[in-house]
C-alpha cells in the first residue's frame, strides 16, 4: 500500500535554528507529494506540493523540500525558524487513482525561545 | 479571498443521536473531500463528491452518509453516533481539472463531541 512515514513525532527547535522534518514515502511510481501545516485550531494549510520536475521546490513562509528519489524522502526545510512556526505539520501523499490525500502520522514542532 | 466554510464549528451530541455537518466549497469549486481527524490522529480521507456525484470512498462507517447538492455544498450526515466518532471533521474543495493534481483547499473543520 501507498503511505507516507513521518519518523519524528515530536521535534523541538530554538527561535532562529534551522530545522528539518522527515517524511518518507513507499511507493513505486513518482508520488505526488505534499507538506500540510495545522495550527492549533485551525484547518490545514498547503505549504508546498511536488509532483514531478524540480526536486526542489519552494513553499509559502519560507519552507522548501528535496525530493530524493533514491532514499524515498520528501523532507521539509527551513533555514530560520520563527515562533510562530510551532503547529503540526502533515506530509501526505496523493493517490493518483482517487485523488484523496494520505496523511503521515505528523510531527509537533515547538519553538522554543 | 473566499475560503471554505464549515458549519457548525462545534457540535456536541450524546450516543445514538445524529447529526448533520455542513460544508460551503470555495466558488467554483465542484469537488468536495470529507475528512475525519480523532484525537492525536491524522486525518483519514471519508468521501469525494464531484459535480454532485460520489467518486470515491475511504473509511467511511455505514451509519455516515453524504451527498452534494445542486450548489456544491455538501453535508455529511452521521447517525447512530458513537463515543468514538468524536472528532474533527474536515471539508476540503478544489476545482477538478484535466491535470492530475488538483489543490485542495480545507475549512477551519467541526469538532463534533459525543457523550
Known amino acids: 500500500a501507498q503511505s507516507v512515514t513521518q519518523p519524528d513525532i515530536h521535534i523541538t527547535v530554538s527561535e532562529g535554528a534551522s530545522l528539518e522534518l522527515r517524511c518518507n514515502y513507499s511507493y513505486g511510481a513518482t508520488p505526488y507529494l505534499f507538506w500540510y501545516v495545522q495550527s492549533p485550531g485551525q484547518g490545514l494549510q498547503l505549504l508546498l506540493k511536488y509532483f514531478s520536475g524540480d526536486t526542489l521546490v519552494q513553499g509559502i513562509k519560507g519552507f522548501e523540500a528535496e525530493f530524493k528519489r533514491s532514499q524515498s524522502s520528501f523532507n521539509l526545510r527551513k533555514p530560520s525558524v520563527h515562533w510562530s512556526d510551532a503547529a503540526e505539520y502533515f506530509c501526505?501523499?496523493?493517490?493518483?487513482?482517487?485523488?484523496?490525500?494520505?496523511f503521515g502520522s505528523g510531527t509537533r514542532l515547538q519553538v522554543q525561545p | 479571498a473566499a475560503g471554505v466554510i464549515q458549519s457548525p464549528r462545534h457540535l456536541i451530541k450524546e450516543k445514538r443521536e445524529t447529526a448533520t455537518l455542513k460544508c460551503y466549497p470555495i466558488p467554483r469549486h465542484d469537488t468536495v473531500y470529507w475528512y475525519q481527524q480523532g484525537p492525536g490522529q491524522d486525518p483519514q480521507f471519508l468521501i469525494s463528491f464531484y459535480e454532485k456525484m460520489q467518486s470515491d470512498k475511504g473509511s467511511i462507517p455505514d451509519r455516515f452518509s453524504a451527498q452534494q447538492f445542486s450548489d456544491y455544498h455538501s453535508e455529511l450526515n452521521m447517525s447512530s453516533l458513537e463515543l468514538g466518532d468524536s472528532a474533527l471533521y474536515f471539508c476540503a474543495s478544489s476545482h477538478f481539472r484535466q491535470e492530475i493534481y488538483n489543490e485542495q483547499f480545507f475549512g477551519p473543520g467541526t469538532r463534533l463531541t459525543v457523550l
Open positions: 501526505t501523499h496523493m493517490d493518483t487513482g482517487r485523488r484523496a490525500l494520505t
